[in-house]
């Protein structure tokens, strides 16, 4: 028994100092963008078109107080992501939020439907993708009914998964589909950058 102690003891020894050595060296990996970081601190200010600045001009200040509270949940903002690459990026959240639904996993799936709740803010601004045609209040006006089925679902979702009531959040995750499926139907943006931001 003896013979052993000091083998066991250099196996504790080796497991200790590892778990430092990986813990310091974690901690002073660099800090890439996250959940909590991307490209800016704060949306970059973009020159528009004049098309665009009137379109915008046209919408009611109610209109746009209405879309700013809907939107300031979203303080990730990126310098190169266009709109349909952060769609990309919610497909991919969403499609992890159903996986681990499936396996009962509801710590993954709350993390993946929050991270999609608050995706990151396009360059420029989700407007700057929309078609100019529906800068209006008629075609916007769907929004608020989107954001309700799509990010306040997903964090219904979230509390649902956290409290393993896979059920009711598989239930939920379906009308979270639906509303996406509803912006689909409404809204395509167009390829790469958006032709509405003329410059820095």
Not at 14 to 38: H, Q, R
Not at 121 to 146: E, F, M, T
Not at 168 to 179: D, F, I, Y
């Amino acid at each position: 028994m003896s013979r052993k102690n000091p083998l066991v003891a250099a196996v504790v020894a080796m497991a200790v100092f590892g778990a430092s050595a990986v813990g310091t060296a974690y901690a002073d990996a660099p800090k890439y963008p996250s959940v909590e970081k991307t490209s800016a601190d704060t949306p970059k200010k973009y020159k528009m078109s004049k098309e665009f600045m009137e379109a915008v001009g046209k919408l009611s200040p109610e209109f746009l107080e209405q879309f700013k509270k809907m939107t300031s949940k979203h303080t990730r903002f990126s310098e190169d992501a266009t709109a349909r690459q952060v769609m990309m990026e919610l497909l991919s959240d969403t499609q992890c939020v159903t996986t681990m639904l499936m396996v009962e996993n509801g710590e993954m799936a709350a993390d993946c439907a929050l991270r999609a709740s608050a995706h990151r803010w396009p360059k420029g601004h989700l407007l700057a993708y929309v078609q100019l045609n529906q800068i209006n209040v008629d075609s916007l006006g769907a929004l608020p009914g989107i954001n309700e089925l799509v990010e306040k679902g997903l964090e219904r979702v979230a509390d649902m998964a956290m409290k393993k009531d896979f059920i009711s959040a598989g239930a939920e995750m379906g009308n979270v589909l639906k509303g996406c499926a509803t912006c689909h139907a409404l809204f395509r943006f167009d390829k790469g950058t958006s032709k509405y931001i003329v410059g820095e």
